[in-house]
C-alpha cells in the first residue's frame, strides 16, 4: 500500500494527476474533417476510430500509446472518414428530429419496457446488477460502470426487439468483464451466438 502525506509534497502530487489527466487528451485539427480527438483510455486493448455526426471523429487507444501512433492510424483511414462523414450528412438531412414531445414520449416507453426486459434477461444467464437508469445520450446506445450500474439510452425503444435485446445483453456482459477482451467477446457468444451480425446492423441506426 502506497500512503501520500498531505503537507509540503501533496501539490505536487495533486499537479502530476492532473497533469497525467490532460495527456490523456489531445485534439488535431484536420482541414477537410475537422477536429479529431485523441483520446487514452486504461480500457482499451486497440486502436478504435468512430465518426459520429454529433461527437465527431475520436480514436481512442491503449494509455500507454503515443498520440502519434493514433494520428497515423487516421491517417490511414482519412478517406474511409471523408466518406463516412459525407454519407451521416445525407442521412441527416433525410431524417427528421425528434421533438421535445416526442423525447418524453420514447423516454416513458423506455422506462416501461427496458428495466424489466434487463432483469428477464439477467435472470435467465445469471446476470447480477446494482441499478438501471435510462440516459437520453447521443454517445452509446448503453454503459456499465464498476459498481455494477447499467445506464440505458431512450432511444433503444427505436430499434428492432433483437438488437434492443443484443445491447442489454452486451452491458450485461461487461458486468464480468469491463472491457472488451476475447473473454469478453467470448461471454457474449455465448448468450448471443450471432452478435456480430446484430452490431453490424445497429451502426445503420442513429442515436437523436
Known amino acids: 500500500m502506497i500512503l501520500f502525506q498531505v503537507g ?3 501539490h505536487k502530487f495533486n499537479y502530476f494527476c492532473l497533469t497525467f489527466e490532460a495527456l490523456k487528451e489531445k485534439t488535431y485539427i484536420d482541414p477537410q474533417v475537422g477536429p479529431v480527438l485523441l483520446r487514452k483510455n486504461r480500457r482499451s486493448r486497440r486502436i478504435t476510430l468512430r465518426v459520429s455526426p454529433r461527437r465527431g471523429v475520436t480514436v481512442t487507444m491503449p494509455l500507454l500509446y503515443p498520440f502519434r501512433i493514433g494520428l497515423e492510424f ?6 474511409w472518414v471523408l466518406e463516412m462523414q459525407e454519407k451521416q450528412r445525407d442521412r441527416f438531412k433525410e431524417e427528421t428530429q425528434p421533438g421535445p414531445e416526442e423525447i418524453e414520449a420514447m423516454r416513458s416507453e423506455a422506462k416501461r419496457i427496458l428495466p424489466p ?11 447480477k446488477y446494482n441499478q438501471v437508469r435510462i440516459k437520453h445520450n447521443v454517445s452509446n446506445w448503453g454503459s456499465c460502470s464498476r459498481k455494477g450500474n447499467i ?12 438488437l434492443r435485446d443484443y445491447v442489454l445483453l452486451h452491458e450485461l456482459c461487461h458486468l464480468r468483464h469491463p472491457d472488451h477482451s476475447p473473454d469478453f467477446h467470448a461471454l457474449l457468444e455465448s448468450v448471443c451466438p450471432d452478435h456480430r451480425k446484430k452490431e453490424k446492423e445497429l451502426r445503420k441506426f442513429r442515436i437523436f
Request: proline share 3%; glycine share 0%.
Open 8 to 10: 509540503r509534497y501533496s
Open 117 to 127: 426486459r434487463l432483469a428477464e434477461l439477467a435472470e435467465r444467464y445469471s446476470f
Open 74 to 79: 487516421f491517417f490511414s483511414k482519412r478517406d
Open 151 to 162: 445506464n440505458l439510452n431512450l432511444n433503444l425503444v427505436r430499434l428492432p426487439e433483437e
